[in-house]
């Protein structure tokens, strides 16, 4: 007799393990059922900003594997079903399908925990009037365009300035809106130190976007049709015609923390390095319901990313299917865009490295994508966070123009390695005047962090 | 009393050696006196062919540091002098003023040996005609610009493919010129394996550059006027108006040839890790003329880079100046593009790995530069050499568009760390869909060598 898979959540983390799962063993040896809530499988959620902007023209372009692919390799997919249960004990879950209603549970001989995470939607007056919106699935992008194409007004705003905002504030410009973004912190991109933070903001401002931090927004207005019309922080209103909420997201882990499953303290689940959930031989979990080990600082995270979640899956998968492999961890890598912005990060901001206990110094320096005499040539600006005494790299940010973001790449493999900023400054970089000056400005960044930290021996 | 300095090569490694000493040591203390042959000093050669396609309007631009400026930092630079002879027993050099022709001796307490490199000419007939031109100094790029701008037909050849004869194609290109290209091995860029030469071949051709392999030019056919008319070699016959000759550069080691200084396979200059020409306690050598470790490989390797001249530069001038500095080594990185083509490669092609006694594994894969959906997705062949049992990354070879040139400093990090291909496909690359897909083109080349390494246990 076969073993049974049983998937929740049909995304990239949850049927990345499917199929990889899959591909080592045959439906004789292992019969494969993933549920999933939404008519959609393995897509882009990180693609929604594009679709709506308008880089993307289709929906469907952002599926990666439709349910008809996966199903044509013997996986039972079971779209608009919803898990509501899972009985560790009784090795079952319990779905229900959404369209009528029914209820029935399923055994598992190996569990796979893929649901992903929940934007955070605080319980605002007005947050669910029409014309608000989120941008986390297919279904909540789709009701964002629809708004956008039968709203007459032109102004939207934006609240929350992390990757999702300001990618949504780039789409509404190039939907010809006039954008506001509110935010709590002092700058947007709170994964960024504020100081860099500061450049985001003011190179925003430059492309006519009004961001206003430090706020606290306390309820969305709404007007007579009950549709949306203001949003109102602690300090001010700003008139809207169509509210965007970027606010962020938390693992979405109800059933995992009824089902008595360990989570940690971001409320994801805890695994060991195969992704399996921790004190339990027959469950793995990956995606954004999970935290990661962050191998810079040697705590848990949680980071809700699609290259993750692919990587998780694959892991799961291989394993699942009697296979061996592992998620060593992160160094928490992100780069996003807004307009022509290019905006990247990996490893420690200051506030993480004095949390974590580390003493450091932080260096930051302006150089060019390009020779400076070659055409293009755009600023860059680089900070670099290295160890007191050691000088083990710690983190870098960068903020710049086209060639920024990807060279973030230099610093995470660096991480990776646990490179010293010495050892940085003789890497063997791609130089030629179209792609880097002489000296890299990673390199540049690099020499001067070297020479902070003999200063401060 | 003061010590004396003696530069002889006034461009990057030589510049940025007598720069940094100066940083450390004022002029009460150490006396520098710099001889360059030329009539300019910090200068990026590798701008040559952007200043020739028009990219970089002024020769000017091209220089990082002019001779008055390093005058001002009490620099005692001697131009048009070319150091003839190197007395190493009685530490001093002999040099001559090109201009009156008077020789004389200046002796040292320690030496900066940067004469750089000399361009391969062969003693071909015609081979010094009216419109053949090299391109390694200012002067050989202006006299190239006046002959572009005084020549009616606009036939070019370049003989030679690497980095410089493919750059060149494009400057000519750019000028409107019918470019055919000669060269000697079975593809273009021979620093590339030959399957991904091909691709560089196939994009050349089909951007109108007519590009012939295999073959060995016999001589420069001249006209009446004594200028050039055709490349003749040994299968065919190229009218030409102009020829640039990219065939290569050596290590200018003639004075420390005879002066008995170590020299290397190549011809390069021997040093130890601190840039000191070995066995020689007051004589450092860097850039072109020097040959460097290969960290890959474990052997000497003669790379001409100017961002390997300024590392050394700036090692020798911290160790000159009674600091201390080293250079590790290199492992191979170079990246260049013709028109919107970026060829890239870094550590040991499967030639050098075979060389080297390595036994190894390479794959191929095809991905692109942003998720697939987003706009101008490119595609992008990603070559990764593995070793056999350990997996340790041995190389990357990439050739794409827009944001494959600089992915290989990814590999560039990894070999320096000595990562396997295995870690490689757990590294946290930057994703974000106007910058990669979820997976990384490298990261899709890592899974597949590590299929291939295990396959081949």
């Known amino acids: 007799m076969s073993d049974r898979l049983v998937v929740i959540g049909g995304d990239a983390a949850g049927m990345s393990a499917a199929s990889q799962a899959r591909r080592l063993k045959d439906a004789s040896e292992l019969a494969i059922v993933v549920f999933e809530r939404s008519r959609f499988t393995s897509y882009s959620a990180c693609g929604i900003p594009y679709w709506v902007g308008g880089d993307v023209t289709e929906r469907d372009a952002l599926i990666a594997r439709t349910p008809a692919e996966h199903r044509s390799r013997d996986i039972d997919l079971r779209l608009r079903t919803?898990?509501?249960?899972i009985d560790v004990a009784g090795s079952r879950v319990r779905a229900r399908d959404l369209e009528s209603g029914t209820?029935?549970?399923?055994g598992y001989d190996k569990l796979v925990i893929a649901t992903g995470a929940r934007p955070i939607r605080p319980p605002l007056p007005g947050?669910?009037?029409a014309g608000v919106h989120g941008v986390q699935t297919l279904d909540d992008g789709q009701a964002l365009i629809d708004t956008l194409d039968h709203t007459e007004g032109k102004r939207a705003v934006v609240v929350g300035a992390g990757y999702i905002g300001v990618e949504m504030a780039e789409a509404l410009i190039q939907r010809g809106y006039d954008v506001?973004?509110?935010h709590r912190g002092p700058q947007p991109m709170s994964t960024m130190d504020p100081d860099m933070g500061a450049l985001v903001r003011d190179a925003m401002c430059g492309m006519g976007i009004k961001v206003f931090g430090n706020a606290e927004v306390t309820e969305l207005r709404t007007?007579?049709?009950?549709?949306?019309?203001a949003v109102v922080t602690d300090s001010a209103e700003y008139p809207a015609d169509v509210v965007v909420l970027g606010i962020g997201v938390r693992p979405d882990t109800e059933l995992a923390r009824a089902a008595g499953l360990p989570l940690g303290e971001y409320g994801g689940l805890l695994t060991d390095l195969a992704m399996r959930v921790r004190g339990h031989e027959n469950i793995w979990a990956g995606g954004d319901c999970v935290e990661v080990l962050d191998l810079v600082s040697g705590r848990e995270r949680h980071i809700a990313l699609g290259t993750h979640a692919n990587k998780h899956g694959q892991i799961i998968g291989a394993n699942v299917g009697g296979g061996y492999a592992t998620f060593p961890g992160v160094v928490g890598t992100a780069v996003s865009k807004v307009c022509d912005l290019e905006v990247a990060r990996t490893g420690l901001?200051?506030?993480?490295a004095r949390a974590s206990g580390l003493q450091f110094v932080a260096v930051t320096i302006?150089?060019?994508?390009r020779a400076g005499y070659y055409p293009?040539?755009?600023?860059?600006?680089v900070k670099m966070i290295a160890e007191r005494h050691t000088g083990r790299l710690l983190g870098v940010q960068i903020v710049g123009r086209e060639g920024a973001g990807k060279r973030v790449d230099i610093a995470a493999v660096a991480l990776t390695a646990h490179l010293t900023v010495d050892q940085m400054t003789a890497l063997d970089l791609g130089y030629a005047p179209p792609f880097s000056p002489v000296w890299d400005p990673v390199l540049v960044a690099a020499r001067k962090a070297v020479t902070a930290v003999r200063e401060r021996r």
């Open 180 to 182: 506001t973004m509110v």
């Open 82 to 85: 919803e898990v509501t249960e």
């Open 349 to 352: 901001r200051e506030k993480d």
């Open 366 to 369: 302006e150089s060019t994508s």
């Open 103 to 106: 209820e029935s549970w399923t």
């Open 127 to 129: 947050i669910d009037a």
């Open 376 to 381: 293009d040539a755009a600023t860059m600006t």
């Open 223 to 229: 007007d007579e049709q009950g549709r949306v019309s």
